[in-house]
């Protein structure tokens, strides 16, 4: 008995515990080899792969969210240390939070 249609999927992972599974469908015929279609499946699937990760298409990276920086927090201390070390401008702060003019006025009187 031969298979009229054969199925592959492979998966990759992705980092960040993230995977992605991508699958093909062919029909084949009772002249073809089962295990070539399958590594001829494969191929196409990895090929895939590596041009939708390339392109950047199907995955994209995520994007940090940016929360409001509120005086006398544990986040103030840490940026207000940073700050006065060095470690840290007011724009890297910017970066990573939203600042008002309260928090602004305090961590101006650091630079």
Request: no cysteine.
């Amino acid at each position: 008995m031969k298979p009229k249609e054969i199925f592959l999927q492979v998966t990759r992972n992705l980092g960040n515990f993230e995977s992605v599974k991508l699958g093909a469908s062919f029909d084949v015929t009772e002249k073809d080899d089962l295990m070539e279609s399958y590594k001829a499946i494969n191929d196409k699937l990895q090929t895939a792969f590596e041009s939708i990760f390339k392109e950047d298409v199907f995955v994209k990276s995520p994007k940090y969210e940016r929360k409001p920086l509120t005086l006398n927090t544990v986040d103030y201390d840490r940026v207000k240390a940073s700050m006065v070390a060095k470690r840290a401008t007011i724009e890297d702060v910017e970066k990573y939070y939203y600042i008002d003019i309260d928090v602004m006025k305090e961590l101006m009187k650091l630079t």
